[in-house]
């Protein structure tokens, strides 16, 4: 009898302390979970929200199909006092950099421009902030941007912002940098 009491005893706690775990887990493993989840959805609504970014025509497709001359400006820092060759590497970067984002884009735009001769302008700014407050001007405008940081590894700063480049229909462009001198 008292082996018996005993046993019920021990079966009995084993039992309690082992519906103790199973009776907590779950609710940690649910809660986790959904915090889980939760990251998992905000993730995809931002990774979507990127793509539909990445994949939305520029305006400028629109009118590649009505205006004749397109034309890229290159925005150069003057303040940087970049030597020739830099001047050079960082406006083929700027170069590049917008006509990798137009491809997808505004492929009309781009084949508009190269029918063009890919006419290119090089103009000289005096600061980042100007640069930047042409770039917004741009934007408003709805015209492209590139704007080259540079990696620091010869005359300048780490992330220095070097060249901006810009492509649209030449009224529309010149309109935002239309008060700039030639390098």
Same mark, same amino acid.
């Given at each position: 009898?008292?082996?018996?009491?005993? =046993?019920?005893?021990? $079966?009995? !706690?084993?039992?309690? *302390?082992?519906?103790?775990?199973?009776?907590?887990?779950?609710?940690?493993?649910?809660? =986790?979970?959904?915090? $889980?989840? !939760?990251?998992?959805? *905000?993730a995809a609504v931002a990774i979507e929200n990127k793509k539909n970014k990445a994949n939305k025509p520029f305006e400028i497709e629109k009118l590649a199909d009505i205006l004749d001359d397109f034309k890229m400006v290159l925005v150069v820092r003057n303040d940087l006092k970049m030597g020739k060759g830099k001047i050079a590497a960082q406006c083929s970067h700027a170069t590049l950099g917008l006509y990798k984002k137009l491809l997808h884009r505004a492929p009309n735009?781009?084949?508009?421009?190269?029918?063009?001769?890919?006419?290119k302008v090089v103009l000289k700014i005096e600061s980042e902030e100007d640069m930047l407050v042409l770039q917004e001007r741009a934007k408003s405008l709805e015209l492209p941007t590139h704007i080259t940081i540079d990696a620091g590894r010869?005359?300048?700063a780490p992330n220095s912002r070097t060249v901006m480049a810009i492509l649209g229909p030449v009224e529309v462009v010149d309109e935002v940098t239309g008060g700039l001198k030639l390098l």
């Open positions: 009898m008292y082996l018996t009491w005993l =046993s019920t005893i021990i $079966v009995g !706690a084993g039992c309690l *302390a082992l519906g103790y775990c199973i009776g907590t887990r779950p609710a940690f493993i649910f809660v =986790s979970a959904r915090k $889980v989840k !939760a990251a998992a959805v *905000a735009a781009l084949n508009r421009w190269e029918m063009c001769a890919q006419p010869t005359q300048i």
